[in-house]
């Protein structure tokens, strides 16, 4: 990745697996990320970042103890949850690539569970979305050229059932 991409990303998402050596392998095979950086901790742990298939990054790594104490010590309202949810409704990460109808395909041939196909958005994006074995929401994306900016009215805009993904 050059220094002018890599520049540009500006947020890098951290997400947590139970299992981050099959979260890794998976989210390569799958997703067509690379293995950029291992932070190897412990025989059951590991932190990675990983590269995009088309450039950017995300850091991703399994949950510890350390960490839970570390968060209590500071955040005095500090609330573990009983069970986890799935699929994990707190968030979605959006990857853009050069080409989302292959990246589909691709995810697809390797077993993701496809939320949605690919569509042109009216915000100007042609995305699917998919979710990882441990229920994390991934939506992979292409920026549609000569595609109209979205005005600030569509921004500010509660979106309807059919923009926001339900009914998808």
Request: include cysteine.
């Amino acid at each position: 990745m050059d220094v002018a991409r890599r520049a540009k990303q500006r947020v890098v998402p951290h997400l947590s697996y139970d299992d981050p050596f099959v979260a890794l392998a998976w989210l390569c095979r799958v997703f067509g990320f690379s293995e950029a950086k291992r932070f190897d901790r412990g025989e059951e742990n590991l932190t990675a970042r990983l590269r995009g298939p088309d450039g950017g990054a995300v850091m991703k790594s399994g949950r510890e103890d350390d960490f839970k104490v570390w968060m209590r010590e500071r955040a005095p309202h500090f609330e573990e949850a009983a069970g986890r949810s799935w699929p994990l409704l707190t968030h979605a990460v959006t990857v853009i690539v050069d080409d989302v109808d292959a990246h589909f395909e691709r995810a697809e041939r390797e077993g993701a569970a496809v939320l949605s196909a690919p569509k042109d958005q009216r915000w100007g994006v042609r995305s699917y979305a998919a979710l990882d074995p441990e229920g994390h929401q991934w939506e992979f994306a292409t920026v549609i050229k000569n595609s109209p900016r979205v005005s600030d009215e569509d921004a500010t805009r509660k979106p309807s059932r059919e923009t926001s993904g339900e009914g998808r």
